[in-house]
């Protein structure tokens, strides 16, 4: 009689089945170990993008968050580069929208509009395009993209498939998948908040819902050491007459090594509260 | 003593353009980029945290050394933006005598969003906002 492995005693013809169990409990760590090696060689295939990023406008931000007149130059580009082709359905829909954002501002302009959540981290893509580090961990199953404004983005990169839409719901991220073409991350983006936020003046946003078939493609790639770029395309065929097309710069950043977060609000000491969706200054 | 001559000046400038506010925490729009006031007093509390710093001043009025000096609030960055420009959690106290250059609200009160600080020893701490001319 043999004991097994929770102590019962078993009869001989259980041997065969339990010296099985063994071999395969020995080939185990041989097999992790195998899988180990693969696993270092498919990282080695990857890109280096360590390091911290930031958006090329902030470069040079003052200490008040003013932007230095180059990054001034910038975000005015981009902010004229991110304006989508609306078709005539969803151009009166902007129109209505930026009239009524145009109107509330002039109401009262010493409390700006809320036109997004302080304290929460933007959405995407905005997620890309925010103050605040940035730091990818690249992975060969996954590339995770981390900001100290509170956004986490996962890539998937196992070759997975989005889930099939009864299992998709939005989410501030949605759902990534990607695949590398070489040193480039391709990213497809599906099931995000169905809406855009196109950039005004100052950080007003007029938000303007889309369809159900609002899609994402990027394409990344670090240009050189110091230099990253995303190629950003915006398709919706329902809402859009053609997709948008966005080039977002980032550069390295040299003057920390240390991430901490930086939109963490306690309401009950928060000076630039949202009342009756305005901000508001306490002043003491 | 500085804090005795202490000076609270409206400042317009024409023809110059001030940097903008950047996407950040909140709007910005409350603040008039166009002009500046320079505060010479004393800090009476430095508010390191998130989502951002405050300095809080008090300003003396400096043609009445009788009157009760004037509190100012001065909004600053997040603390890593301002530590990534050389600012430390320390690099105020209370009692510091300091010189500060904001753009005020628009609404009149006291308060304004910051542009640069002269230190107690005279230096400007961190970088301030560079300026087109």
Sequence with gaps: ?284 | MRAKIALASLVFFAGIVLAIPAFAHHSHAMFDSTKQVTLVGTVKEFDWDNPHCWIQVLVPDPNNSQAAPVEWGVEMDSPLALYRRGWRPGSLKAGDEITVVINPLRDGRTSGQLVSVTGPDGKIIGHPAEVTK
């Design chain 1, 1 to 284: 009689m043999i004991p097994d492995f929770t102590g019962r005693i078993v009869g001989r013809r259980a041997l065969p089945a339990i010296v099985m169990a063994l071999i395969a409990g020995c080939l185990c760590p041989a097999r992790a170990q195998t899988s180990s090696r693969e696993r270092i060689k498919a990282f080695a295939k990857l890109p280096d993008w360590s390091g911290f990023w930031e958006w090329d406008v902030l470069v040079g931000q003052a200490d008040g968050q003013q932007l230095s007149p180059e990054g001034l130059g910038k975000v005015q580009a981009y902010t004229a580069a991110v304006h989508p082709a609306f078709n005539a359905a969803w151009q009166a829909k902007y129109d209505q929208a930026k009239k009524a954002l145009d109107v509330a501002v002039a109401a009262a302009p010493d409390q700006p509009p809320a036109t997004y959540q302080p304290c929460v981290a933007p959405p995407f893509f905005l997620a890309t395009a925010q103050p605040g580090i940035y730091e990818w961990r690249v992975t060969p199953e996954e590339t995770t993209l981390i900001s100290t404004m509170g956004s986490v983005r996962h890539i998937y990169t196992d070759g997975r498939a989005h889930p099939p839409k009864d299992e998709l719901w939005p989410t501030n991220m949605g759902d990534s998948v990607g695949h590398w073409e070489g040193d480039t991350l391709v990213v497809d983006t599906v099931a995000t908040k169905p809406e855009i936020r196109v950039p005004e003046r100052d950080i007003f946003f007029t938000v303007i819902p889309m369809s159900d078939q609002l899609h994402f493609v990027e394409r990344i790639r670090m240009v050189n050491r110091n230099e990253m770029q995303i190629q950003f395309t915006t398709e919706d065929p329902i809402a859009l007459a053609k997709p948008m097309n966005v080039t977002l710069t980032w550069v390295r950043v040299t003057n920390t090594n240390r991430m901490t977060e930086e939109n963490d609000c306690d309401p009950a000491t928060d000076r630039n509260p949202v009342v009756n969706g305005r901000f508001t200054t306490v002043v003491r």
